[in-house]
């Protein structure tokens, strides 16, 4: 990874490796890539620093093939819906953490699909699980709009578009 390039992180969405330094954070110098939130604001500074050694927390943005590929598989994906919260939020995070796309747009669809049913006897997703679709969708949305070089505004009505 190269200071410039457009990536993906777990828990910041995508980023841009905005530089290399050495740091020690306590155990010992390590060089570290240090990245800005892509879609954060100008007056926004936050950095992250990812040690260059542990590649497993970031990953290179997907290829326009390979969100159109998903994309086209959301159909197929089945609805991993459980009914106590306690074990559908230990599921979900299982699942999120594995960092799939896949994966991640498989919970996206349980959840929409859960808020529509709910929608039918005038009720909503819980507090947890419509903050965890926010954020769910917030970085599926981040790097589909980067790699299908559109606006993050427009990314959830173009995959409505394609899916249905």
């Given at each position: 990874?190269?200071?410039?390039?457009?990536?993906?992180?777990?828990?910041?969405?995508?980023?841009?490796?905005i530089?290399?330094?050495?740091?020690?954070?306590?155990i010992?110098?390590?060089?570290?890539?240090?990245?800005?939130?892509?879609?954060?604001?100008?007056?926004?500074?936050?950095?992250?620093f990812?040690?260059?050694d542990?590649?497993?927390?970031?990953?290179?943005?997907?290829?326009?093939?390979?969100?159109l590929?998903?994309?086209?598989?959301?159909?197929?994906l089945?609805?991993?819906?459980?009914?106590?919260?306690?074990?559908?939020?230990?599921?979900?995070?299982?699942?999120?953490?594995?960092?799939?796309?896949?994966?991640?747009?498989?919970l996206?669809?349980?959840?929409?699909n859960?808020?529509?049913?709910l929608?039918?006897s005038?009720?909503?997703?819980?507090?947890l699980?419509?903050?965890f679709?926010?954020?769910?969708?917030?970085?599926?949305?981040?790097?589909?709009?980067i790699a299908?070089?559109?606006?993050?505004?427009?990314?959830e009505s173009?995959?409505?578009?394609?899916?249905?």
């Open positions: 990874m190269n200071i410039g390039d457009i990536v993906v992180t777990k828990d910041s969405g995508v980023c841009k490796i530089d290399k330094e050495i740091k020690d954070f306590g010992g110098p390590k060089t570290y890539l240090i990245l800005r939130p892509y879609f954060a604001k100008e007056t926004d500074q936050s950095k992250i990812i040690p260059e542990n590649k497993n927390l970031i990953r290179p943005v997907m290829k326009k093939e390979e969100v590929k998903v994309i086209d598989n959301i159909p197929l089945e609805s991993v819906w459980y009914s106590d919260q306690k074990i559908r939020r230990l599921k979900f995070e299982e699942m999120y953490r594995t960092g799939d796309v896949n994966k991640i747009c498989q996206i669809k349980t959840l929409v859960r808020n529509e049913e929608k039918l005038k009720h909503t997703l819980s507090m699980d419509k903050e679709l926010d954020k769910l969708k917030e970085g599926i949305c981040q790097e589909f709009a299908l070089n559109m606006p993050f505004e427009s990314i173009f995959i409505a578009e394609k899916v249905n």
